[in-house]
């Protein structure tokens, strides 16, 4: 599914993305054409016996309903907040010399959902190796992560939203709670800007940006505003800690 068209869209997230794959990138170093941004297909990926896997899936559907009875829902975009306190994507490590990978993410997603999703190979958006907390992508990282993406329906959602809250066997333990990404913004300038300045697991942001362009959920000029408001809330933030981090007794 990496058509052309997904590379195009990508291309905005990559230049946000290059400034830090810059930094990690040590002196000299010559990072191979393929793998600068650690992307290959799922095929190539399946070929590394000695690496590990993990799947994970943005589920969405269109919605008719209506914030405060007037702002457009439009998509209800599932994400959930993880016992790390970092926002990611339903999923887990899979064995694929035990199972196929799209059998081991269903696994997952009845573990952490409650609900067993059916995934496909069509579903498949693309894998790459994780990004380190330091140094290059590379096949050194030895974990392969797979994404994918499946719209379902709104009814789905509530009962998946439900049995995550209540039948889930990771409820409250590896998932704290599922979440619903907003991709309005409101007249204070909340919404997908503030959604977009939390915390999230590896290239979690950067998967769920990719998604609502090549999806066609938000516009790159809206997604470029959002994430301008996102730059402020952050540097609010910033300040805001800094702040409560005085509050405690701590000397500047
Ligand atoms: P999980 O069991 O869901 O935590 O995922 C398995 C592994 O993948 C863990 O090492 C996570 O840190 C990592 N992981 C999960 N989601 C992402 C993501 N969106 N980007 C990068 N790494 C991830
Ligand atoms: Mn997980």
């Known amino acids: 599914m990496t058509s052309p068209k ?7 997230v990559s ?11 040590k002196k000299g170093e010559q990072i191979k054409k393929g793998m600068a ?19 994970h899936v943005l589920l969405y559907s269109e919605t008719a309903s209506h914030l405060f009875g007037r702002i457009p829902i439009r998509y209800i975009v599932l994400m959930q907040m993880r016992f790390d306190g970092l926002l990611g994507f339903p999923g887990g490590f899979v064995n694929p010399s035990e199972e196929t990978l799209e059998e081991g993410l269903t696994r997952e997603l009845l573990e952490e ?16 190796f994780s990004p380190p907390r330091s140094g290059t992508y590379s096949s050194s990282s030895h974990l392969i992560l797979h994404f994918y993406v499946k719209k379902i329906e709104e009814e789905q959602i509530r009962e998946i939203e439900k049995a995550a809250a209540s039948t889930a066997a990771d409820h409250g333990l590896e998932v704290l709670g599922m979440v619903r990404v907003p991709l309005y ?29 090549r999806l066609h959920l938000v516009s790159p000029g809206d997604l470029q505003e959002a994430l301008r408001g996102s730059q402020r809330t952050h540097a609010e933030s910033a300040q805001n800690l800094q702040a409560a981090l005085k509050l405690t007794g701590e000397q500047p």
């Open 185 to 213: 913004t409101t007249k204070s300038g909340g919404g997908l800007s503030c959604f977009l300045s939390h915390s999230f697991i590896g290239v979690a942001r950067s998967q769920l940006m990719n998604s609502l362009l």
């Open 113 to 128: 959902l409650g609900v067993a999703v059916p995934v496909s190979k069509e579903d498949h958006v693309e894998s790459c």
């Open 15 to 25: 230049c946000l993305q290059s400034g830090l794959l810059t930094q990690h990138r």
């Open 37 to 55: 941004s650690g992307q290959m297909s799922r095929d190539e990926a399946l070929e590394c016996t000695h690496c590990r896997h993990a799947c």
């Open 6 to 12: 997904y590379r195009g869209f990508s291309r905005l």
